[in-house]
């Protein structure tokens, strides 16, 4: 009974996982792609693993406040509407492609 459990269990958190970097894939195409894709201003692009490198290490947390607050020339929220969710989601999707 324990093994099914865990079986069932590891299957619901790939899926509520999958589900969340859809969701952080559509944050970030519809509002940082502009700019990262393309390495716009010296923005790091998406899957540049050296580019993020240094921004990986200081963490999650410090990526969300970073785009939250605006850092260099990248403004508060990236210049969008965006929503702390869609801010949180964007960046769970981007290191889930640097690391």
């Known amino acids: 009974m324990f093994r099914v459990f865990a079986i069932l269990a590891g299957v619901l958190a790939v899926a509520i ?6 969701d952080g894939k559509a944050a ?7 700019c990262h894709a ?3 201003a010296g923005a790091p692009k998406l899957g540049d693993k ?9 963490g999650e947390a410090a990526l ?3 785009v939250v607050k605006g850092k260099g020339v990248m403004p508060a929220r990236g210049g969008q ?7 949180k989601e964007s960046v769970e999707y981007i290191l889930s492609q640097v690391k």
């Open 28 to 34: 970030y195409d519809a509002k940082c792609a502009a």
């Open 17 to 22: 996982s999958t589900g969340v970097l859809a």
């Open 64 to 66: 969300v406040q970073s």
């Open 81 to 87: 509407n965006a929503s702390d969710k869609e801010i």
């Open 38 to 40: 393309a390495g716009v």
């Open 50 to 58: 050296a580019a993020w490198a240094p921004r990986v290490k200081t």
